[in-house]
């Protein structure tokens, strides 16, 4: 390090001190260059030319010519502003550079994502940027980034940045540049030099936020999260929750993580707040037993533009529908297929004649055929392990005995499970079980173990998905009852797939049961999702055609 600053209360010390730190360098052959160093002279609060020289050679004031440190640009102003504005400058050139690029709305989020947002940080971090200022490059940013995603501008900013039903891989620049702030005061307060966490300055202008307020907040939600415990979060049951770290247990490092995680949740909490406030894009809210969504960087690569278009749109009922349409603009509501009002909840799963010409039908089966084949790719390997007998277990001396791994699934036990799939034709159910006239999705049974399985698959709208749930399952428990009567165990297994591709965590729980997990388990529920988003959006696009099938 070659660097050095000196910070003096009087002219003559500063070049009393030039002379004796000139003179230590020659005794090591080091000397100071001028052209290369700034001074600035400051007389009760206003700068004053004030000249210092090296062997008669004179330094530069940074009235004169300002110098850049560390990314951080110095004048005689004193003042970030200038340095501010031209930070907003840079933002919006760089956005519109990028628009420019000819390349595809995912490759421009991603030049945005890992190639602007890194060069911007740094500026905002040593800069005394307000957040106002970061709050109006938003919107400038949310701008460009609904245009490359084909989506309208009407959709909030919740559906972008949030953690929620559907979380997308961009990073807000709000929460970005709070973070920063962040990691910054705790960099300067948590330092081990006292003058250094001192004389910490201010890093944020305005009353809107403050870095320094931010983390007292935060520390002091982690103190009080730390004393309340685990709570239980939805319908898991006790002790299914993941433990967390503690705070009085953790280091200096550990600590800024936890810091800004919490920054980072509550940014997230302002967006739910903000999600209640919307009539139509909040509606998620209302969902229950839906499984969130996750889209990588890697599943936009593979999506197709109005796919990714269409699952935004019909996540946050953005679509242009007739009823829609209404709203924004003058137009007619009704269906073209059955003259009712035609919402995107109609379209995808109340139009009657798009009932009765088995477009639902068709998407059910399809879902129907990709659950099929992920517990068929089960039976398998099932049947593949054959009946594992139980050996002698031998113990050495001074060893302990192995307990064998409980496994959670009832299949493994035998390896003789059939399968049969309502897909193009009427099943019916074999007699030794049960006589009904029911029809269940799928059968799955054991005939060594007795142990039978009705699978009921349902694509609901999403809000309806326990509705749905409670309804097959009055359904089908009187042929559970039969079945009982039989000496059969028999469970019942309605399971949900919303027909804009969130599956329900019913399905979770029967893929679970039948013993696929991890790897297997992601892909089937993955599968499952894209294959209902896929049929919808071709229900969509066939929305106003009123022919269906083969012609």
Known sequence: MDDMTLLTTTVSCTKRLLERINTNLKWVRMRINPSKSRSISVTKGKVVEQKFTVEGEEIPSIRVRPVKSLGRWYNADLSDREQVEQLRKDVVEGLE???RSGLPGKLKLWCMQFGLFPRVMWPMSVYEVPLSKVEKLKRVVNSYVKKWLGVPRCLSSVALYGKGILQLPINSLVEEFKCAKVRTELLLTGSKDRIVSGLAPNLSKGRKWKPKVAVQ????????????????????????????????KADQKEERRLVVEQIRRQ????????????????????????????????????????????????????????NNLRIWTDGDPSCTLCSGVATLRHILSGCKVSLAQGRYTWRHNQVLKCLAVGIESRRQQVHAEGSHKKGIQFVREGEKSKRAAKSRSTTQEANDWQMLVDVGGKLVVPQEKVTTNLRPDIVYWSTSQQVVYFIELTVPWESSLEEAYERKKLKYEELRLEAEQKRWKARVFPVEVGCRGFVGRSVISLLGELG?????LRKTVREKSEEAARNSNWIWMRRVVSAWGKQ
Request: glycine share 12%; charged share 25%; proline share 3%.
């Open 267 to 322: 940014e997230e909490a302002s967006r739910q707040v903000k999600a209640v406030s919307l009539a139509k894009q909040g509606q998620w809210l209302n969902w229950k037993g839906v499984e969130r969504k996750q889209v990588t960087w890697k599943d936009l690569w593979s999506l197709e533009s109005n796919r990714l278009k269409f699952l935004l749109g019909a996540t946050y009922d953005v679509l242009p529908s007739p």
């Open 516 to 520: 696929v997990g991890g790897k297997n």
């Open 97 to 99: 550079k990028i628009d």
């Open 217 to 248: 907040e935060a520390e002091a939600a982690l103190r009080h999260g730390e004393i309340v415990g685990n709570v239980q979060i939805g319908r898991g049951g006790l002790g299914r929750t993941s433990g967390k770290p503690m705070w009085r």
